[in-house]
Every structure is written in structure tokens, then in C-alpha cells.
């Protein structure tokens, strides 16, 4: 069973308000991650933070902005949201180490900007 | 050109039949290669993964990676109805970073 959480699990928000997407793991594990997945595309990452303090922009440009100040929590925050911010964001960790990167991921947390 | 391409289906079969998944990839270079499971309103999990070419199996679940054709597949024997969901494959590049297909739905009727 997977020990990552997500919140909220789903959200409808109108266009301009602030949003935070939560993202908790229990794992211990220094490496985080958030993607972004729409229907039928293949899922694409954000943001990634290998340790506390640490946060890097991933493959696909996004308004969005985390932070890592405890090891176990890394948060998403968009300012001012946008129909186009529309998606299900998913996180993920994994331990540190070299070899397979196996990612552990969370429900997801489902956005719908009006 | 995607470095990972992979089929969205959706892909439907009756219970008991041989699933056949699979993926292509563009790069070389790549060393692990994944697949996950996705059910509906859930995040991917991971089935198993196998490190350069060769077979390796789980219960019902065989991966195989023929690296000089760049192709990558997942074969299902005896599915059931509960293996119906979507598979992504995932392949992983230099340092760590992880690329994905688009992932093929999945619906084994009873």
C-alpha cells in the first residue's frame, strides 16, 4: 500500500484564485516528484526536488511553483489559476540511490479551473 | 519524434485471452525498463521492471526487452477482468530521469 498521500483528491475552482495541491509521504525518501497527466498523453514532469531545500523546474513548462522545507512534504501552488491549468497532478517519491528509479506515486489530485 | 511511443488503444479482450503490450523507444542509451498500472481515479503503480534485454516474469505478468529493435512488451496470460486498467511503460535514461508512454487502456470482459 502506497505511503504517499494527495489533497485535495479533487478540486473545482474558478479562474484567478490560488490553489495549493498537498503531497505527503512517510517513506522517508529524499526524492519527490509531481507530474502532470491528461487523457491519452503520456504523463509529464514539473517539478522534482531531490532534498530539502532543493526544487528544480522538470521537462514541461509550468505556472506552477513548489517548495520542499520538510523532507516528507512537498507542495504545489499555483497563484492565479487558469482553465488551462485544468489536469490531474500526480506525486511521487523515491529513495535515493543508484539503479532503477522506481517511483511510488499518489492518488493524484484531480484540478478543474472554471 | 517521441522517445518513448507506445499504442493508446483502447485495447479489449475476453477473459482468459494473451495481452500484448508494448512500446517502442527511440535512445540507446536507455537501461530500465518499466511498466506500471494505472486503475481509473488511481496513480500508477509499479509492476516490474527489467534492467537491459532478456525476459523476466511475475505470476502471470512476463516483461521482455529486445534492445536491438528498441521494443519493449508486457504479456498478460490467463487476464482476468481485474487486470483491466491502463499500462504505461516507462524507460529511464541518464540520471534517473524517467520517460513515458502514453499508456494503453486496458478492458478484459468477462
Known amino acids: 500500500e502506497a505511503d504517499i498521500y494527495q489533497t485535495p483528491r479533487y478540486l473545482v475552482i474558478g479562474t484567478g484564485k490560488k490553489i495549493t495541491l498537498e503531497c505527503s509521504q512517510t517513506m522517508g525518501h529524499d526524492k519527490m516528484y509531481w507530474y502532470q497527466q491528461d487523457p491519452g498523453m503520456e504523463l509529464h514532469l514539473i517539478h522534482y526536488s531531490y532534498g530539502v531545500n532543493s526544487t528544480e523546474k522538470g521537462d514541461l513548462s509550468s505556472e506552477s511553483t513548489v517548495s520542499r522545507i520538510r523532507t516528507e512534504h512537498f507542495p504545489l501552488t499555483l497563484e492565479s489559476a487558469r482553465p488551462s491549468h485544468t489536469s490531474q497532478y500526480l506525486c511521487a517519491s523515491t529513495p535515493d540511490g543508484s539503479g532503477a528509479n522506481v517511483l511510488t506515486f499518489g492518488a493524484g489530485s484531480r484540478l478543474t479551473v472554471l | 519524434q517521441k522517445e518513448v511511443e507506445q499504442d493508446p488503444g483502447p485495447l479489449s479482450v475476453p477473459e482468459g485471452a494473451i495481452v500484448s503490450l508494448n512500446c517502442t523507444y527511440s535512445n540507446s542509451a536507455f537501461q530500465y525498463f518499466m511498466w506500471y498500472r494505472q486503475y481509473s481515479r488511481k496513480g500508477p503503480e509499479l509492476l516490474m521492471y527489467t534492467y537491459s534485454s532478456g525476459n523476466k516474469e511475475d505470476g502471470r505478468f512476463t516483461a521482455q526487452v529486445d534492445k536491438s529493435s528498441k521494443y519493449i512488451s508486457l504479456f498478460i496470460r490467463d487476464s482476468q477482468p481485474s487486470d483491466s486498467a491502463t499500462y504505461l511503460c516507462?524507460?529511464?535514461?541518464?540520471?534517473?530521469?524517467?520517460?513515458f508512454g502514453q499508456g494503453t487502456e486496458l478492458s478484459v470482459k468477462p
Open positions: 516507462a524507460i529511464q535514461g541518464g540520471g534517473g530521469k524517467l520517460i
